[in-house]
T-cell receptor, first 115, second 108 residues
Framework: DVKVTQSSRYLVKRTGEKVFLECVQD?????MFWYRQDPGLGLRLIYFSYDVKMKEKGDIPEGYSVSREKKERFSLILESASTNQTSMYLC??????????????FGEGSRLTVL | QKEVEQNSGPLSVPEGAIASLNCTYSDRGSQSFFWYRQYSGKSPELIMF????GDKEDGRFTAQLNKASQYVSLLIRDSQPSDSATYLC????????FGAGTRLFVKA
């Protein structure tokens, strides 16, 4: 069964702290994504990666960075957390090519609260 | 700015009725379209995808795509209370663009 695993389901951090959100997939997918989801705003793309060490900005990259040192792992970093980064963060992976191109496989989500 | 728009709802239908969820998109270059269902507090799960104009049926679900009108819809026949969720549509590709989602309530 395909699986995308996010390291933490719930986190509470303080303003200014550095936050790491980790995501691991076991499907050998080339592409990985980080979204945040807020009520009324849907899913918004923060960053994506189409290969190891490659990254591309999404729609809302400000205040975030990412790291992809291994194919299966994609990390989201908040260098200095702020209260407006309180949100649900969803990681997803997607295969390249094939009949299911474009299908996203999501992790369970990480709900981050910044106090 | 490429956009995908959905009516946020909530859409309320009685059990057994047909629920119709709609999505319009602005990028004429979009090739693939996906419908996801998301229960409260859970991550999205794929229901259907469609690439070609016309209808695609899978059980109680039918996706309809009209590229000329830049419109994709999802019909749920014989709606059940367990269908109550938020439905997200998105266009495929790297710059995945999601609609904000439509909340569906199916009343028993």
């Amino acid at each position: 069964d395909v699986k995308v695993t996010q390291s933490s389901r719930y986190l509470v951090k303080r303003t200014g702290e550095k936050v790491f959100l980790e995501c691991v997939q076991d499907m050998d997918h080339e592409n990985m994504f980080w979204y945040r989801q807020d009520p009324g705003l849907g899913l918004r793309l923060i960053y994506f990666s189409y290969d190891v060490k490659m990254k591309e900005k999404g729609d809302i990259p400000e205040g975030y960075s990412v790291s992809r040192e291994k194919k299966e792992r994609f990390s989201l970093i908040l260098e200095s957390a702020s209260t407006n980064q309180t949100s649900m963060y969803l990681c997803a992976s997607m295969p390249s090519g094939g009949s299911n191109t474009g299908e996203l496989f999501f992790g369970e989500g990480s709900r981050l609260t910044v106090l | 700015q490429k956009e995908v728009e959905q009516n946020s709802g909530p859409l309320s239908v009685p059990e057994g009725a047909i629920a119709s969820l709609n999505c319009t998109y602005s990028d004429r270059g979009s090739q693939s379209f996906f419908w996801y269902r998301q229960y409260s507090g859970k991550s999205p799960e794929l229901i259907m995808f469609i690439y070609s104009n016309g209808d695609k049926e899978d059980g109680r679900f039918t996706a309809q795509l009209n590229k000329a009108s830049q419109y994709v819809s999802l019909l749920i026949r014989d709606s059940q209370p367990s269908d109550s969720a938020t439905y997200l549509c998105y266009t495929g590709g790297f710059k995945t663009i999601f609609g904000a989602g439509t909340r569906l309530f199916v009343k028993a």
